[in-house]
């Protein structure tokens, strides 16, 4: 029971470049997150999923995308990434009136 | 707009000591969590408040919820070196986040 597994863990990409975050749920969640956590700003959304098929923006979604094709899976993109989008990156899923599970974060650099 | 301000955020306080952090929101949310996170970790749930009046307790940590005041707070009783984290608080079901308050607990 693996909970809530985001891949990669790091990752360095330069300016212009395009990668995809994964967020894998066991958990059964009908609710997916997407935050960025930089210094200084706590959590900041950039989108969520209120369950398959279905997404929605954000705080700060400029410069991403999401899929969630599968109810276990949600998938950010960075298409050109750029020095701004360099942060911690959390998942999380949920369920109504229950707290969050967050996975471990994804640290990533944009030189 | 919607926001979520915590205070203070920063706190560095010593071990035996008693203090509140307090969130104020601007919606009308009557569900508020508390989290904690340690350094360089994720986050993990201390809290679930939802209704107005509402009061949790965890050891040396006491959460309240006052919907009318759009307040919360979360207080520290005889604080220990483990306490030492930031804590957040966030309203509309994890929509929207503080900016944490980073406790620093020392002997």
């Known amino acids: 029971n693996a909970g809530v597994t985001q891949t990669p863990k790091f990752r360095v990409l330069k300016t212009g470049q395009s990668m995809t975050l994964l967020c894998a749920q066991d958990?059964?969640?009908?609710?997916m997150y997407w935050y960025r956590q930089d210094p200084g700003m706590g959590l900041r959304l950039i989108h969520y999923?209120?369950?398959?098929?279905?997404?929605a923006k954000g705080e700060v979604p400029d410069g991403y995308n999401v899929s969630r094709l599968k109810k276990q899976n949600f998938l950010l993109g960075l298409e050109s990434a750029a020095p701004s989008q360099t942060s911690v990156y959390f998942c999380?899923?949920?369920?109504?009136?229950?707290?969050?599970?967050f996975g471990n974060g994804t640290r990533l650099t944009v030189t | 707009e919607l926001k979520v301000e915590q205070n203070p955020l920063f706190l560095s306080m010593q071990e035996g000591k008693n203090y509140t952090i307090y969130c104020n929101y601007s919606?009308?949310?009557?569900?508020l969590y508390w989290y904690r996170q340690d350094p360089g970790k994720s986050l993990e749930s201390l809290f679930v408040?939802?209704?107005?009046?509402a009061v949790k307790q965890e050891g040396r940590l006491m959460a309240s919820l006052d919907t009318k005041a759009r307040l919360s707070t979360l207080h520290i009783t005889a604080a220990v070196h483990d306490l030492s984290a930031t804590y957040f608080c966030?309203?509309?079901?994890?929509?929207?986040f503080g900016t944490g308050t980073r406790l620093q607990v020392f002997p």
């Open positions: 999380a899923t949920g369920i109504v009136n229950s707290p969050l599970h």
């Open positions: 958990m059964n969640h009908e609710y």
């Open positions: 999923s209120v369950g398959e098929g279905t997404t």
């Open positions: 919606t009308t949310s009557d569900r």
């Open positions: 408040l939802l209704s107005n009046g």
């Open positions: 966030a309203v509309d079901g994890g929509l929207i």
